[in-house]
C-alpha cells in the first residue's frame, strides 16, 4: 500500500515539474490511485485546493512529520485532466521518461500572452456583385483575385494573416478591392485566432453549390465501398463495440469522406473526436474541408501556434465549445472528456513519432487513450504500417479495404520503372530517362502539370577536393557539409556553416568540386532542358519561411508553373488534379538507410508519390527511375502491390528478428568524452547479463547487437554509441531498460553522459 502521494495541484501550469507530496490518511488507503483528483491543505494559510495524484510511493522524500494529509478523493466524475495524467503515467512507463517529461508532453500548458489586435479582411460585396467579380477577375486571368474572392464564398471574414501567408495574396492584389469597396479592412481586438490556420466568423453553409467549382461541396454522396465501412463502423459503435480499426484504402479513395461520414454518427451519439493528420498535409485546402461539413464545432491546431495559442484551443475543448479537434501528434492531448472516436490519417506516416522524450508513437498512445476512455480508433492510410497492417492480420484490428478510387472516372495511373544503368549504357547522361523526357514534353505540349519528386531530403551536395579526394566536413558532426548555391556550406545537423572556401583545407588544391545531386540542381537542369516551363521548387530551403509551403503549393494549384519539383514534401497536401506526370528520379536513395524501416519508407514514398499523377478523368503518368529495378520494394510500388510488399517486407523482418516480429530496444549513449560513451556501453552490457542470469531460459531469447558508434558518430561534439537489443517479449526488454538506467544512475553520471532508450 502506498503511504504518500504526489500531488500537482495547477496542472495548466508551466511549473508542472514541481508535485507536492502529502500523505494518504488511513481511511483513504485504496482509494488514491495515479490520475485522481483530491483535495488538499495548500500554502501558509492551508487553503483547499484540489489537485492530481501523479505519483505514489511507499517511503517519504520529505521529514514526514511534515507533510500534510489529503483530505478528500472527488469520487466518480472523470475529467479529462485525471485522464490525461494517467496517459502520462502509461507514457512514462512504456517509454521510459520521467513523469514530469511525459506530464509536460500531455498537460496543456498556460502562459501569459497579449491579446492581439487583429486585421480582418471582410466582403463588402453582395453574392451576386461578388459572383461578378469572380468571373470577371477568371475571364482576365486575376489568379490571385479570384482566389481570394473566391475564399470569401464560403466565410465572411478572413484574417489578414491568412490571407497573405495561406491564400498568397500580396498588397498590390488587394489595393484595388479595397479601392472599389468589394472589401474592406477591419481591425478588432478579438479573442485570439483559433487556429491562424482558417477563419472565424461563420461559414456560409448555405449549399447553394457555388463551392462546387473550388472544392468538395459539404457533403458528399458516399459511394458503396465507403458507405459500407461507415456502415459497419457505426453499427459496431451503436452496439457498444469499441475497437481499432485499419482503413486501407488506395490513394484517392476517399477516405477523409469516410472519416467525416463516422465523425457524423460519433457527434450525433454526443462524443467527440479527435483527428490526426501529419503537420504537412495540414493544408488550406484539407481543413476547409472539415470546416465547411463541421463548421464552429471544430478547431484546429498547428505546431506554427505558441504554447498560449495552443492552450487557448485546448481551454476550449475542456470547456465544450468545441467537439472536433484536428491537428498534427500533438492534438491527440485535447482535454476532452466525452471522447468518442479518433482518427490517425496516414497512420504509417513517420511523424506521429516522436522524437523526444517520451519517445511515444501516435498510435499507439492513441490506442491506450481509447481503450481507457470508452473510444474507438480508426487508422487510415494507402500504405499501412507493417505494424498495423499485422494487427489487422492477426485480427487485432477490424480491417476495411477500398481498392477504387473515389471519383468516378479517376483511374490509377500507369506506372513505368527505368533502370538507370541501362540508360547511362546507352550514352545517355541527364538525369531525365528517354521515357521521362517524352513524356515530359508530351504534358508541357498539353500544359498538363508534372511533379518531379527527387527521394531525398534537403541537399546531397558536398564539395570535395579533386586533388586527395577529402570531402569538407562538420567540425563537429560526423557529416559532410552541404553545399548550397549561395557558396554557403551548411551542417544540416548542427547548423554551422561557412563560406566556400578557395583551396583545400587538407591539401591545398583549388580544386574542389560540387558532388551529388539536390533539388536545385534539378532545377537547373530542368529549366535547361524545357527552357519554356514555369518551374517551383519546394525544398526546405524555399519554405522555411511561414506558410512557405502551402504558398507554393497554391501557386502550383492555380496553375502559376507547369513543373514542381520536391522533396518528401511534395507527396502530402493538396489535391491537384492536373497533375498527369509524376517523375521519382531516384526511387533508391533512400533504400540504404542506416534503419530497418527504410525499405518501408521507400515502398510507402513511392507509392504515395505515384499516387499523385492523374487525380481526375486525365490518365495519370508515373516513371520511376532507379538502379535497382529488381528491389522488391520498388516492383511492388510500381505494381501497386501492397500485398507482395508486405510479404517480403515481413520475411525480411521475421529473419533479422525486428518489429513487428520481435521487439526492439534502442541504447543510445552520447557524450563529449569518447572514452565515457565507451563506458556506458559496457555497464549497460554487464547489466544486461545480470539480467540474463536471473531469467528463465524461455525468456532468454535476448539478442544483444552491438554496440556500434550510430550512423552519425558524432553530432554536436557528442560521441555517440548504440547497442541494440531484440526480445519478443516487450515486458522483458522494458525490465532490462530499468535495470540499464538505474545502473547507469547508480554511477552518478548523468551530466557528463546522455542515454536514451527507444523502444518499439
Ligand atoms: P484519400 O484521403 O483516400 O486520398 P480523399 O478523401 O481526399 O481521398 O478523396 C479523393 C477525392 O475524391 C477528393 O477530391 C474527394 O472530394 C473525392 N471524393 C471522395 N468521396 C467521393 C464520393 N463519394 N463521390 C465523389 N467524389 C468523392
Ligand atoms: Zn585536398
Ligand atoms: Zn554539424
Not at 494518504?24 to 495548500?42: H, N, R, S, Y
Not at 541537399?459 to 570535395?464: A, C, E, G, N, P
Request: proline residues 4%; contains cysteine; aromatic residues 8%.
Amino acid at each position: 500500500m502506498a503511504r504518500f502521494a504526489d500531488i500537482i495541484i495547477d496542472i495548466t501550469h508551466e511549473k508542472v515539474d514541481r508535485p507536492f507530496q502529502y500523505r494518504i490518511p488511513d481511511a483513504l488507503q485504496g482509494e488514491i490511485t495515479v490520475g485522481c483528483q483530491v483535495d488538499v491543505p495548500f500554502g501558509r494559510g492551508d487553503q483547499i485546493r484540489s489537485g492530481y495524484v501523479v505519483g505514489l510511493s511507499d517511503t517519504p522524500s520529505y521529514d514526514p512529520e511534515r507533510l500534510k494529509e489529503i483530505l478528500k478523493v472527488h469520487a466518480g466524475t472523470v475529467s479529462a485532466g485525471s485522464q490525461l495524467i494517467k496517459v502520462a503515467w502509461w507514457m512514462k512507463e512504456r517509454y521510459g521518461s520521467t513523469m514530469n517529461q511525459a506530464l509536460k508532453t500531455v498537460l496543456p500548458v498556460k502562459q501569459q500572452v497579449k491579446q492581439k489586435e487583429s486585421r480582418w479582411l471582410c466582403c463588402s460585396a453582395d453574392r451576386e456583385e461578388l459572383m461578378r467579380q469572380i468571373k470577371e477577375a477568371a475571364r482576365k486571368k486575376y489568379r490571385a483575385r479570384e482566389r481570394l474572392l473566391r475564399a470569401f464564398l464560403d466565410v465572411e471574414r478572413i484574417s489578414y494573416e491568412m490571407a497573405t501567408q495561406q491564400l498568397n495574396i500580396t498588397a498590390s492584389t488587394l489595393k484595388p478591392l479595397l479601392a472599389q469597396k468589394v472589401l474592406r479592412l477591419d481591425s478588432s481586438v478579438c479573442y485570439r485566432d483559433p487556429t491562424r490556420l482558417l477563419l472565424t466568423g461563420r461559414a456560409e453553409l448555405d449549399g447553394s453549390g457555388a463551392l462546387s467549382e473550388s472544392g468538395p461541396s459539404i457533403q458528399l454522396w458516399l459511394n458503396e465501398e465507403q458507405q459500407q465501412v461507415v456502415d459497419s463502423i457505426c453499427g459496431q459503435y451503436d452496439e457498444g463495440i469499441r475497437r481499432t480499426y485499419l482503413l486501407h484504402g488506395i490513394t484517392g479513395s476517399g477516405k477523409t469522406e469516410v472519416y467525416m461520414g463516422l465523425i457524423d454518427h460519433v457527434r450525433a451519439r454526443g462524443g467527440q473526436v479527435i483527428v490526426l493528420i501529419p503537420e504537412i498535409a495540414l493544408t488550406y485546402q484539407t481543413v476547409l474541408r472539415f470546416y465547411r461539413r463541421f463548421g464552429d464545432q471544430v478547431s484546429f491546431i498547428n505546431s506554427k501556434l505558441s504554447a498560449g495559442e495552443r492552450y487557448d484551443q485546448f481551454e476550449r475543448a475542456r470547456k465544450g465549445e468545441v467537439q472536433i479537434m484536428i491537428g498534427p501528434r500533438s492534438a491527440l492531448f485535447t482535454p476532452f472528456c466525452r471522447l468518442g472516436l479518433i482518427v490517425i490519417d496516414e497512420e504509417h506516416e513517420g511523424a506521429y513519432k516522436s522524437e523526444t522524450m517520451p519517445r511515444y508513437h501516435a498510435r499507439e498512445v492513441a490506442e491506450y487513450m481509447a481503450a481507457s476512455s470508452g473510444a474507438s480508433l480508426v487508422l487510415g492510410s494507402a500504405t499501412p504500417s507493417v505494424e498495423s497492417y499485422t494487427k489487422a492480420l492477426q485480427g487485432v484490428y477490424g480491417y476495411y479495404k477500398i481498392a477504387r478510387r473515389a471519383k468516378k472516372d479517376s483511374v490509377l495511373p500507369r506506372v513505368q520503372v527505368v533502370d538507370m544503368r541501362r540508360e547511362l549504357k546507352e550514352g545517355n547522361r541527364s538525369i531525365f530517362s528517354g521515357a521521362l523526357q517524352s513524356l515530359m514534353e508530351e504534358k508541357l505540349e498539353k500544359r498538363e502539370q508534372i511533379m518531379l519528386f527527387l527521394n531525398r531530403r534537403g541537399y546531397s551536395r558536398f564539395l570535395s577536393c579533386r586533388s586527395c579526394g577529402e570531402a569538407i566536413r562538420c567540425p563537429h558532426c560526423d557529416v559532410t557539409l552541404t553545399f548550397h548555391q549561395d557558396g554557403r556550406l551548411v551542417c544540416h545537423y548542427c547548423g554551422y556553416q561557412i563560406m566556400r572556401p578557395p583551396s583545400c583545407p587538407v591539401c591545398g588544391s583549388p580544386y574542389l568540386a560540387p558532388f551529388g545531386t539536390g533539388t536545385q540542381k534539378i532545377e537547373a537542369q530542368v529549366k535547361e532542358a524545357f527552357p519554356k516551363a514555369r518551374v517551383l521548387r519546394m525544398d526546405l530551403d524555399t519554405t522555411s519561411k511561414k506558410g512557405g509551403h502551402e504558398k507554393i503549393l497554391t501557386a502550383f494549384a492555380d496553375h502559376e508553373a507547369d513543373i514542381l519539383i520536391g522533396t518528401q514534401m511534395i507527396v502530402k497536401g493538396h489535391d491537384l488534379p492536373a497533375v498527369t506526370l509524376v517523375g521519382i528520379l531516384a526511387a533508391d536513395l533512400s533504400l540504404y538507410a542506416p534503419d530497418f524501416r527504410c525499405g518501408e519508407r521507400t515502398f510507402q514514398l513511392l507509392t504515395q508519390a505515384a499516387g499523385r499523377a492523374g487525380r481526375d478523368a486525365r490518365a495519370g503518368d508515373v516513371v520511376i527511375q532507379t538502379y535497382s529495378p529488381e528491389h522488391y520494394c520498388i516492383a511492388a510500388a510500381a505494381a501497386q502491390d501492397y500485398e507482395g510488399f508486405y510479404q517480403k517486407e515481413m520475411e525480411y523482418r521475421r529473419l533479422l528478428r525486428y518489429p513487428p516480429s520481435c521487439a526492439l530496444m534502442t541504447l543510445l549513449a552520447g557524450s563529449p568524452k569518447e572514452e565515457m560513451a565507451q563506458k556506458a556501453m559496457e555497464l549497460a552490457q554487464a547489466a544486461i547479463g545480470d539480467c540474463l542470469k536471473m531469467m528463465t531460459e524461455r525468456d532468454a531469447d535476448i539478442q544483444m547487437i552491438g554496440p556500434v558508434n550510430a550512423a552519425i558518430y558524432k553530432l554536436n561534439d557528442i560521441y555517440r554509441k548504440i547497442l541494440y537489443m531484440k526480445c519478443e517479449n516487450y515486458a522483458i526488454l522494458i525490465q532490462i531498460r530499468d535495470h540499464i538506467e538505474e545502473g547507469l544512475k547508480k554511477q552518478g553520471w548523468s551530466d557528463k553522459l546522455s542515454f536514451q532508450f527507444d523502444l518499439s
